[in-house]
């Protein structure tokens, strides 16, 4: 089920501004990639462009080439619809439909795609749930709102949401920085435990985390304000943490820089 993601020489504009340039990375399937670097050097523009969410932004366009296991995201033949339920996507802040129930929440996604057969959303419930470490925690009150959970929860419950409708890729933008630390440490076991099925990327501002939770990890930087972000080095994230390639990447890690 999961699948490998290739961007060859890609380049993001916001309009003219040329706001990422030349990004080459390859993403095992079943792996955590973490992107890490300084504010505003275009991780979330880049997590943003891999399941064509970058475009729903008036003017904004992506060059060069996003291959999902060899097939070009962005051919003229696909649907960004399709890449966006093969590809999903859990936000910085937990986002749940507040006022809807927890099991609709979950569901919310099958339920757009017609599925109607209450057996079956009862079971993909349950199973999305289980998976996001949030089952016996909400089983008992599966009929009460979204919106009564606890932070931690609801963001699980968003993880519940996204790996309903069974993606192949998970793209998290941040989502433990609206967590207390124990919630993060849930939602960080979680992501070890959906790595099995999934191919993850995530953006985070936490090193540690990046250190904790990624198998490989890419530092994006800036060589000055309203030049483009570029990745400066990808490499296994022991090798990051331990003895980068790069002096850039060694400075950001170690605390000298950013
Ligand atoms: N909607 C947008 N319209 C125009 N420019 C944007 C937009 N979103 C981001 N940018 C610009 O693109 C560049 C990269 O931003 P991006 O948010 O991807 O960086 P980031 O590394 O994720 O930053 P942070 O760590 O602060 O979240 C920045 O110069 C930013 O100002």
């Known amino acids: 089920m999961a699948k490998r993601l290739d961007l ?8 003219d501004f040329h706001a990422v340039k030349e990004v080459n990375l390859h993403v095992p399937p079943r792996s955590v990639t973490a992107f890490i670097g300084p504010s505003g050097c275009g991780k979330s523009t880049v997590l943003r462009s891999l ?13 060069g080439s996003i291959k999902l296991d060899g097939v070009d995201i962005y051919d003229k033949k696909i649907d ?3 890449v966006r339920r093969t590809i999903g996507m859990v936000f910085q802040r937990p986002n749940p439909f507040p006022t809807m129930s927890i099991k609709e929440n979950v569901v ?12 079956t959303l009862d079971e993909v419930a349950e199973k999305s749930l289980r998976g996001a470490n949030l089952w016996n925690e909400v089983k008992d009150r599966l009929d009460k709102p979204g919106g009564g959970l606890s932070g931690g929860q609801q963001q699980r419950l968003c993880i519940a949401r996204a790996i309903a409708i069974e993606p192949q890729v998970l793209l998290m933008d941040e989502p433990c920085s609206a967590l207390d630390p124990i919630s993060t440490l849930a939602v960080e076991d979680l992501i070890a435990e959906l790595k099995n099925d999934f191919t993850i990327v995530i953006v985070t501002h936490n090193m540690q985390q990046a250190a904790r939770v990624s198998d490989q990890t890419a530092f994006f930087s800036l060589e000055a304000t309203g030049m483009p972000g570029q990745l400066v080095e990808v490499n296994s994230t022991e090798r990051i ?3 980068p390639e790069n002096k850039q990447t060694e400075d950001y890690v170690s605390g000298r820089f950013g």
């Open 108 to 119: 919310a996604g099958l339920r757009l795609q017609g599925v109607k057969n209450k057996k």
């Open 80 to 82: 960004p619809v399709a």
């Open 51 to 63: 399941n064509r969410m970058h475009e729903e932004i008036p003017g904004a366009s992506v060059k």
């Open 8 to 15: 060859e020489s890609v380049d993001i504009f916001y309009g």
């Open 241 to 243: 943490f331990s003895n």
